[in-house]
C-alpha cells in the first residue's frame, strides 16, 4: 500500500502518490540528458564557426562523450546496486551538465559519464518504488524520454539559437538539467512506502553475481544484436 509524499513534502495534494514524484524526476532527468547527448549535431555547425574546430576535432569530441559511456556502464551499475538509484543520480545529473558549460574534449568525456550512470540510476529507482504490475509500463514510458529528448533538442537548438544565442541555449539546457539536481535532493526519496506485491509470474528473483550475468546465453546474444543494430 502506497503512502502520501514524507512529512517535510506535506505541502503537496494528499492524492498525489509519491512514487509519481520519484517517477517525474528520473523520466525527466533521463529526457534532458539525452537532449544534451543528441545535441551535438544540431550545434556542428556553429561550433565550427565560433571555435574554428574541423570535422575531426568535433568528431574527437563526441567520441569523447560516447568512450567515456562505455567505460562507466558496468562499473556504474554496481555502484547503483550497492549505493542506491538516489545517491547516484546526483552525479550522473551534475556530470552531464557540465558538458554544457564549456565545449571541451575532457569535459565532453565528464558528460559520457553522467549519461553513461543515467539508464542503471532511473531503472533502478523506478524499480526500487513500483509494484512489479507496474514496472514494464512505467519503464516504457521513461525510456520514451530518450526519443523525445531527440526530437526536442532538434526543435530546440535552432529556435532558442536563433533567438538567443547558442550559447545560452545550452547555458538555459544545463541550468534545466541542474534543477534537477536541485530537485532530487530535496524530493527523491530511495525506497518510498510502497507494496510491491509478489514477483511477476509467481518467481523468486535471485540475485546473481557479474560473472554469471556476464556469461548469461541470452543477454550476450541481445547485446551483440543490439551492438551490430547500432
Not at 523520466?27 to 534532458?32: A, G, R
Not at 562499473?75 to 571541451?104: N, Q
Request: charged content about 10%.
Amino acid at each position: 500500500m502506497s503512502r502520501s509524499a514524507p512529512e517535510s513534502y506535506s505541502g503537496l495534494a494528499p492524492e498525489i502518490n509519491y512514487q509519481w514524484v520519484i517517477f517525474a524526476i528520473l523520466s525527466i532527468s533521463h529526457m534532458l540528458l539525452a537532449m544534451v547527448l543528441y545535441s551535438w549535431g544540431p550545434l556542428a555547425a556553429e561550433l565550427q564557426i565560433e571555435t574554428q574546430i574541423n570535422n575531426s576535432q568535433l568528431g574527437l569530441i563526441i567520441s569523447a562523450m560516447y568512450l567515456t559511456m562505455v567505460i562507466v556502464s558496468v562499473p556504474s551499475g554496481i555502484l547503483v546496486d550497492r549505493c542506491g538509484a538516489r545517491k547516484m543520480l546526483i552525479p550522473s545529473v551534475s556530470l552531464t551538465s557540465l558538458s554544457f558549460f564549456e565545449v571541451l574534449f575532457v569535459v565532453a568525456g565528464l558528460g559520457g559519464i553522467g549519461y553513461g550512470m543515467i539508464n542503471q540510476v532511473t531503472t533502478k529507482g523506478l524499480m526500487n518504488c513500483f509494484e512489479s504490475t507496474k514496472r514494464a509500463t512505467i519503464m516504457g514510458i521513461k525510456q520514451s524520454g530518450v526519443t523525445i529528448g531527440r526530437g526536442l533538442i532538434a526543435i530546440y537548438i535552432p529556435v532558442f539559437g536563433q533567438a538567443f544565442g547558442w550559447r545560452r541555449s545550452v547555458l538555459f539546457l544545463a541550468l534545466a538539467i541542474s534543477a534537477v539536481v536541485l530537485a532530487s535532493i530535496f524530493l527523491h526519496q530511495e525506497k518510498p512506502d510502497v507494496d510491491m506485491g509478489p514477483p511477476s509470474g509467481g518467481l523468486v528473483p535471485k540475485r546473481a553475481d557479474l560473472q554469471s550475468i556476464l556469461l548469461e546465453p541470452v543477454l550476450i546474444s541481445l547485446t551483440l544484436i543490439f551492438a551490430l543494430w547500432g
